[in-house]
């Protein structure tokens, strides 16, 4: 079964426009851990942000910002005011106690136009 | 920039040729992944190595074949691949191999086989 899902295939957005990723997962473990991950054409694999089970918390970095809701199994990403150097593939990843291996969603592709 | 280096950043590989590709970390981790990412898709785990063993294979085909020389390298070595192994091989590395742990990747390696 899926344990991560992102349901966003694609999104363009022109520039300076508000972006927001959803991520929705599914796992039976107390404690986890999600993930975000931004892929430009490159090709690496730039770590985001990491967030336990228990720090339910919102952060804001900069134009980033994550909003995790336990009650709905969510953890969507927004990015104020986009830019072009946004665009890139971002990956929602999760980890369980039982499993610890990175489980990724489909990712989002994400164009900013100018 | 990634802690995380890989080379080469191109291959382009005969189905009769041997190759390898290399990876270097020098983060004081002790756990290295292999991934293989195609094309508009997730990555997908190859092998995981912890403090220097082979902890995980995925069901990799024996034409791939890892090797964890110290805890800061990691190659995987090439032998009579296909043109559908073609794809980004990514390389990663975390503290250990625990629940939780930010993985971070290398640039990749992008693989043609030809």
């Known amino acids: 079964a899926q344990k991560v899902t992102q349901a966003q295939t694609e999104i363009s957005v022109v520039e300076k426009e508000d972006v927001t990723l959803d991520c929705v997962y599914e796992?039976?473990?107390?404690?986890?851990?999600l993930f975000w991950y931004k892929q430009p054409p490159s090709g690496e694999l730039v770590f985001l942000i990491r967030?336990?089970?228990?720090?339910?918390q919102n952060e804001i970095s900069g134009r980033y910002s994550w909003n995790f809701q336990k009650s709905t199994s969510s953890f969507n990403f927004t990015i104020t005011a986009s830019q072009v150097v946004d665009s890139a593939v971002y990956f929602c990843?999760?980890?369980?106690?039982?499993?610890?291996?990175?489980?990724f969603g489909a990712g989002t592709t994400v164009t900013v136009r100018a | 920039d990634t802690e995380v280096t890989q080379t080469p950043k191109h291959l382009v590989m005969g189905m009769t040729n041997k190759k390898s590709l290399k990876c270097e970390q020098h983060?004081?981790?002790?756990?290295m992944y292999w991934y293989k990412q195609k094309a508009k898709k997730p990555p997908e785990l190859m092998f995981v190595?912890?403090?220097?063993?082979?902890?995980i294979n995925e069901s990799v085909p024996s034409r791939f074949s890892p090797e964890c020389p110290n805890s800061s390298l990691l190659n995987l070595h090439l032998h009579a691949l296909q043109p559908e192994d073609s794809a980004l091989y990514l390389c990663?590395?975390?503290?250990?191999?625990?629940?939780?742990?930010?993985?971070?990747f290398g640039e990749g390696s992008w693989l043609t086989v030809v």
């Open positions: 967030r336990n089970s228990f720090d339910e």
């Open positions: 796992t039976r473990d107390t404690t986890y851990y």
């Open positions: 983060m004081g981790h002790r756990a």
């Open positions: 990663a590395s975390s503290q250990d191999n625990y629940s939780g742990n930010t993985i971070y």
């Open positions: 190595y912890s403090y220097e063993k082979l902890s």
């Open positions: 990843a999760l980890s369980e106690f039982t499993d610890y291996k990175l489980s």
